[in-house]
């Protein structure tokens, strides 16, 4: 990487980052408002009825649904603006030649700010209601975001190409968020599950991150490292094969816009 | 490829694959009539062009819509890759098939210049350096913390190609970047042509035929039905003249 993509980049994240916001009075305390408007209906709904079931106080509910949440958002916004990130720049990319993959990068970036941001939130609201949070957990909160940004760079490389040849993918991938959204135990915790559908939430990698995460914030325990490890490792292959495919392929992706 | 080349075109084919109008393309289309097959039209935009660009040359494209001259510079530029044949570049080639790619009309003039140059490749410590010049030689040092979509479009067009000039290259690929702007414009225009010729390679596309007698030292033709000639600018420009 030289000098200039580098600067490239920034100026990516820069440009994307003000107009995102640009025009709206608020501007970047939209970044904050929307998920915690959210995570105000949602805590309002179901502390009560969540919180015996799974036996959180209401603190601790807190501290769940909102790293719930943001991880959540994280991901979604991840598969979102990744995919999109190509198509975005398509005015770009047919009229001058320049790393491709940067744009790809610069809009995951996006989407890893906004979960940093959050994530400092999240600890001023523990300290706040008094969740204690240990160094090792936060390490291990860490060490989650990045196996989940690798991956979601690792899968970006791919979705962008293919949705500028199937439109589609948009609308398919917003579905299927959604549901992903539902069987993440993202407001509700495991317990509120019958049995026999727990499954579901088992082999979901979304919420066994999420669950890691709040065991971690909330109990201080660092749990499923094994799964993570893998997770990381099989990140780094999708990042790696990824690659190959979209340096491979994206050099015909000017004619299909 | 020989030192003295700064660019080399050789067999040259381009074609493009078009989807048929009213052929199944969408996934709508193919849930609803899984039987249409996919129709394409297939247009050849450049077949076997073969050509060679001397160091220090101005070297100029014309030719009716259609006959292939914006594909050929993106094929130079990398944009498109070729479907046989080869492009070779030797020495950095910097693309203005567009001014102001990447302009972006709610960002101020000074956003702007720093995203623009970057996109064409300056780093921003370069734009940190001429960023003042830029503005001077453009004439809108007053304008500089003004939204760009409050610019007349001319006033993009001169800022846009303030930068483009700063921007170090050996191998110029200028698209058409005549037709836009006033007549002081192109008069400035002019007067960085003259100071650049035989020290830049510049590739030239335009219809506008008065420039391209002028300055250039030799004109490719190329023709609708994919056949081109290479030669001299007068008989070109004159030959070509006489089709319309």
């Known amino acids: 990487m030289n000098n200039n993509d580098f600067d490239l980049y920034k100026q990516f994240v820069k440009t994307t980052f003000k107009m995102r916001y640009k025009g709206s009075i608020l501007g970047f305390f939209w970044v904050l408002l929307k998920p ?22 209401s603190q601790q509910y807190a501290v769940y649904l909102l790293s719930g949440l943001i991880v959540y958002t994280f991901f979604n916004e991840g598969v979102i603006w990744g995919m999109g990130s190509i198509m975005e720049r398509a005015g770009l990319i047919v009229k001058i030649n320049f790393k491709r993959e940067i744009v790809v990068v610069s809009s995951l970036t996006m989407a890893l700010i906004n979960f940093v941001i959050n994530l400092l939130i999240i600890c001023i609201v523990a300290l706040v209601l008094n969740v204690h949070l240990l160094p090792v957990s936060l390490l291990y909160v860490g060490l989650i975001s990045i196996t989940l940004f690798l991956a979601l760079y690792g899968v970006s490389l791919f979705t962008s190409l293919w949705l500028v040849h199937v439109r589609d993918l948009q609308h398919i ?41 709040r065991e971690a914030l909330i109990y201080g325990k660092i749990t499923d490292i094994y799964f993570v490890l893998l997770c990381l490792g099989l990140a780094i292959l999708v990042v790696l094969l990824g690659r190959l495919y979209f340096n491979k392929n994206i050099k015909k992706i000017a004619e299909y816009f | 490829m020989e030192d003295n080349i700064s660019i080399k075109v050789e067999n040259l084919t381009k074609s493009f694959k078009i989807p048929e109008h009213g052929s199944a393309v969408t996934l709508q289309d193919r849930f609803v009539n899984p039987l249409k097959k996919k129709k394409f039209i297939k247009f050849t935009a450049l077949n076997d062009l073969s050509f060679e660009v001397k160091k220090g040359e101005f070297f100029s494209v014309i030719g009716p819509n259609g006959a292939g001259k914006s594909t050929l510079l993106k094929l130079i530029s990398g944009i498109y890759i070729p479907e046989s044949g080869n492009v070779e570049i030797n020495g950095k080639l910097v693309p203005f098939l567009e001014l102001g790619v990447g302009f972006n009309p709610d960002l101020s003039a000074r956003e702007n210049v720093y995203l623009n140059g970057v996109i064409l490749g300056l ?50 690929v200028l698209d058409e970047v005549l037709a836009v702007g ?63």
């Open chain 1, 36 to 57: 915690f408007f959210m995570f105000l209906i949602l805590f309002l709904i179901f502390s009560h009825m969540s919180g015996q079931a799974a036996g959180l106080t």
């Open chain 1, 173 to 213: 991938m917003e579905l299927v968020l959604q549901l992903l959204f539902y069987a993440s135990a993202v407001f509700f915790p495991v317990e509120m599950i019958p049995e026999r559908y727990r499954f579901i939430v088992y082999y979901n990698p979304v919420a066994r991150f999420i669950k890691a995460v």
């Open chain 2, 123 to 172: 780093t921003k410590k370069e734009v940190d350096k001429y960023i003042d010049d830029i503005f001077s030689f453009a004439e809108l040092t007053d304008f500089a913390d003004m939204s760009i979509k409050n610019f007349s479009s001319g006033m993009q067009v001169r800022l846009a190609f303030s930068i483009a000039i700063k921007v170090e290259s050996d191998i110029l």
């Open chain 2, 182 to 244: 006033d007549g002081e414009f192109q008069k400035k225009c002019f007067a960085y042509f003259d100071e650049i010729v035989g020290k830049k390679t510049i590739l030239f596309v335009s219809h506008g035929l008065t420039s391209v007698k002028k300055y250039s030292n030799r004109v490719l033709w190329l023709k609708e039905d994919k056949s081109y000639e290479i030669g001299d600018p007068k008989e070109m420009v004159e030959k070509y003249s006489q089709t319309f």
